[in-house]
């Protein structure tokens, strides 16, 4: 027989130090502590930056930063935390080609979570200089609740100096830059 069940709230044992946990389904349980119910696959919490175009330019082969960072504190230390950003570089060809690498990277792990290699034109095309949008997703696994640091990062492609004379990496004023998060339960 089955049978409805309704209140108004669950309130779990003042004496258990440890989170309720309900199960709805089988199999599918919501649990939560301090006024707060989580489930598996829902967002917790989302959180975006902007930056402000501009002319900056870096004749780098080391990864370095292009300004576009993220910050977000987790608040359950097993979710996922997936990251999205929007950025536009111009290249400046080099000797042989006219290319870029990028990453996004966590920073405080260490951990690339999304990485374009020779991203731009294969020859040097007469000296044009490609704007080329750029725009992806990473999925990066918290494993405690200490804040993570999130950094669009460019280089010359492959390191090299050939690949590319100028990369500016703020293309260009006027224009805005974005990345999001969003942490999502497991």
């Given amino acids: 027989m089955a049978g409805t069940l309704s209140v108004q709230k669950i309130q779990g044992l003042a004496s258990s130090a440890a989170p309720t946990t309900v199960e709805i389904a089988s199999g599918h349980k919501l649990s939560g502590a301090a006024g707060s119910i989580v489930a598996p696959g829902h967002i917790i919490q989302c959180v975006n930056s902007t930056l402000a175009g501009g002319s900056d330019a870096s004749t780098t082969q080391s990864y370095i930063s292009t300004g576009n960072t993220l910050n977000i504190t987790p608040k359950q230390s097993n979710s996922k935390i997936r990251v999205s950003f929007s950025h536009v570089i111009r290249i400046t060809p080099g000797t042989n080609h006219t290319r870029a690498d990028v990453r996004l990277r966590e920073t405080t792990t260490n951990t690339t979570i999304l990485e374009y290699l020779y991203f731009g034109e294969e020859l040097t095309d007469g000296g044009k200089d490609p704007i080329l949008p750029i725009s992806g997703t990473g999925v ?15 280089r010359k492609a492959n390191g090299e100096a050939n690949q590319a004379t100028n990369i500016y990496y703020k293309w260009y004023t006027g224009a805005t830059f974005t990345m999001d998060a969003m942490e999502i339960a497991q």
Avoid at 140 to 154: E, W, Y
């Fill in 140 to 154: 990066f696994t918290t494993s405690n609740i200490s804040q993570k640091t999130f950094d669009l990062q460019f």
